[in-house]
C-alpha cells in the first residue's frame, strides 16, 4: 500500500459517524488515519461555516494535518464538514458524508442518504447510510463469534436504540415491543443488544425481563463482554429493530434475512421516508405483521457509492487500489 494515496478520515467520535466514514474508507481498499475532532468555541457553534483562524479550530493535530494535508480526506458530521472544508483550501480532495446545510461546492463530492432530499452536481445519493456489512463482513463475524451458533433456531437478533427527535421509545414503548416480542418469537432463541443511544432506565427493564431468559444472550455494555453486534447479525435468521435509527436499519438490512422494524408508522421526520421507502421494495415489514418468513433483497449501497467515488476522484497511487486491496 506503500504507492497508495494518504487518506483520513475525520468525524466528532460519534458511532454513527466513525462508522461511515471509516465503511466508505474501508470499501475504497485504501488505509484511513482515523482523526477524531473536538471543536472549540467559537467554531463548533457554526461548523461547517467558517470564521477567521479557523485552521486552529480543531487543535495542533488537525493543524499539524493542514499544513502537511492528505491526498484524501473524508469527514461525517457536522464538525468534520469544517475540516474538510479547510482541507480542500490545502488541496486534499474531500469527501462529506451526511448533508452539511450549507452549499454542496464547498466539498468535491457530498454523499447524502435520498430522504434528505439533498440534489448537486457533486452529490451522491444513496438509500440509508454506509456501513460494512457485506458477505465478507458477515463471514468474518461469524467466525469471531461461533458460539452463537449453538443457538436453537430460530435465532432472532434484537437490536434496541433510543429516543430521537423523531421518535419516543420510552418505557411504554418497550413495554409494547417486549410484548409483540414475545406474540412473535416463539420457540428459538434471543440475541439482544443495546446501543449507546438506550436509556438507562431501559437499559435496567431489558435485564430485568431477559437476563433469565433461557436460550438468551444479552449485551448492553462492557460487563456483559465483548460487543457481539457483527455475531448477531451474522447469525441471526431474523431480524428486529427499533426504529429511530438511519444507520442501524441500514445495517440490518444488509443481511439477507427478514428484518422487522417495530412501529415504523410512529416514526416521523426523514428517517419515516427511509423506512416508508423500504416497506415499499419489501424489505423490511412492520413487527406487527405476524410471519416474518420474507424474502428481502440486502441493502448494500457502500459498494455501489466507492465505486462512484473512486470513478469521480482523479488520485495519484489510485489506480489499482480496489476494496481486495484490504
Not at 436453537?152 to 413495554?175: K, N
Amino acid at each position: 500500500m506503500a504507492d497508495a494515496p494518504r487518506l483520513c478520515t475525520l468525524s466528532d467520535g460519534h458511532a454513527g459517524n466513525v462508522r461511515q466514514a471509516a465503511a466508505l474508507a474501508r470499501a475504497l481498499g485504501l488505509h484511513a488515519d482515523e482523526i477524531t475532532l473536538a471543536a472549540r468555541a467559537p467554531w463548533r457553534w457554526v461548523a461547517p461555516r467558517s470564521l477567521p483562524g479557523a485552521p486552529s479550530a480543531f487543535g495542533p493535530a488537525f493543524r499539524a494535518m493542514w499544513n502537511a494535508p492528505p491526498a484524501l480526506a473524508i469527514g461525517c458530521g457536522r464538525q468534520a464538514a469544517l475540516a474538510t472544508r479547510l482541507l480542500r483550501d490545502r488541496c486534499s480532495r474531500v469527501v462529506q458524508i451526511l448533508d452539511p446545510r450549507i452549499d454542496p461546492s464547498h466539498w468535491d463530492l457530498v454523499i447524502a442518504p435520498a430522504h434528505d432530499g439533498l440534489a448537486g452536481a457533486n452529490v451522491l445519493t444513496l438509500l440509508g447510510s454506509l456501513n460494512p456489512v457485506d458477505d465478507a463482513w458477515l463471514s468474518a463475524a461469524r467466525g469471531a463469534f461461533a458460539a452463537l451458533a449453538a443457538l436453537p433456531s430460530p435465532r432472532t437478533a434484537l437490536l434496541i436504540g433510543g429516543g430521537s427527535t423523531h421518535y419516543a421509545f420510552d418505557d411504554a414503548a418497550f413495554a409494547r415491543l417486549a410484548t409483540a416480542l414475545d406474540d412473535t418469537t416463539g420457540a428459538g432463541s434471543l440475541m439482544i443488544t443495546t446501543s449507546r443511544r438506550t436509556s438507562r432506565d431501559i437499559v435496567q427493564r431489558v435485564r430485568q425481563r431477559y437476563a433469565a431468559r433461557p436460550h438468551t444472550v444479552l449485551w448492553c455494555d462492557a460487563s456483559d463482554g465483548p460487543n457481539p453486534y457483527a455475531g448477531l447479525l451474522a447469525w441471526a435468521d431474523r431480524i428486529v429493530c427499533t426504529p429511530e435509527s438511519v444507520n442501524m436499519v441500514s445495517e440490518a438490512c444488509g443481511t439477507r434475512v427478514p428484518v422487522q422494524v417495530f412501529e415504523p408508522d410512529r416514526v416521523g421526520g426523514r428517517p419515516r421516508r427511509f423506512l416508508d421507502t423500504l416497506v415499499a421494495r419489501g424489505r423490511i415489514r412492520d413487527l406487527a405483521d405476524a410471519s416474518p418468513a420474507f424474502d428481502g433483497e440486502p441493502l448494500r449501497e457502500t459498494a455501489r457509492i466507492a465505486a462512484d467515488v473512486r470513478a469521480r476522484l482523479d488520485l495519484p497511487g489510485w489506480k489499482g487500489h480496489t476494496s481486495n486491496s484490504l
